[in-house]
């Protein structure tokens, strides 16, 4: 299976159309259609169902284009890093994480090195703890942030210096509003969005313990859209604390008492090498935290 036919076929799915995606590859129909056909006799299966004007990816073929994406985008991340290598002067950083204000300080660390090496580009992957380390297992991600308690001792770790707050997200003229902070009583009588991944193990364990008393009405994958949803009152959106600026807003954030935290960590695979780039962020890292 050679990289250059991986392409045209991603190519071919994305367009849809035979003639379209041999016209984008600077390649001859029948040249395409050959490749595709050998692909297909190389897997055992067929990856295309075809009609007069369109190819649509069958049920395998959904799941070599997944495959394909993250080949190629290896692929590419081995380039860099090998480009990098010669004359260093920047790379890429590829980081997965939750949402979460600690997040701060990997920007500091970023920009430090950015101002050492100009060319240094980050690439930010926004998912919950399975996505990430997914995606961190297969070499696609340098490190993953992790937030609550969770098991990483399958990876190298560090510690940051930061705990997320747990909290109700919720309109001034709401009856909350007036108090103070919000209890998980009160938690159990309210129309709550919560984030997509739910109870996943992300959620601290005080929270899962209620998760059957819950109304939950819906769910987002990122907070600022569900602030919209909070602002026409339809409901309070449970989530970390400093993710939506509340000032001059008709919003606003209740922490839970007693107060419920998440630590933050930032882990990377102990099976492969960092890239150079990867390496020096780390330094930066352990400068800032023992600052």
Known sequence: MEIRVLKHFVEMANQQNMTKAAKKLHLTQPTLSKQLKDLESELGQKLFNRSNHSINLTPEGKILYKRALDILEIVQKTK???QAMSAFNGGDLYIGCAESYGITIIAKAVKVLKQKYPNIKFHIYSG?????VERLNNGLLDFAVTVQSLDTSSFNSLSLPYLDTWGLLMRRDSPLAAKNNVSIADISKLPLIISRQGFSDEM?????????HLNI?????????????VKEGLGYALCFKHLVNTNASELIFKEITPTISSPMKIIWSRNQTLSKTATLLLTELKKLISS
């Open 80 to 82: 860099t890093e090998f």
């Open 128 to 132: 919950n703890f399975q996505t990430v």
């Open 204 to 212: 601290p364990n005080d929270l899962k313990s209620i998760q059957a």
């Open 217 to 229: 009405v819906g769910t987002y994958d990122l907070l600022y859209n569900a602030s919209l949803f």
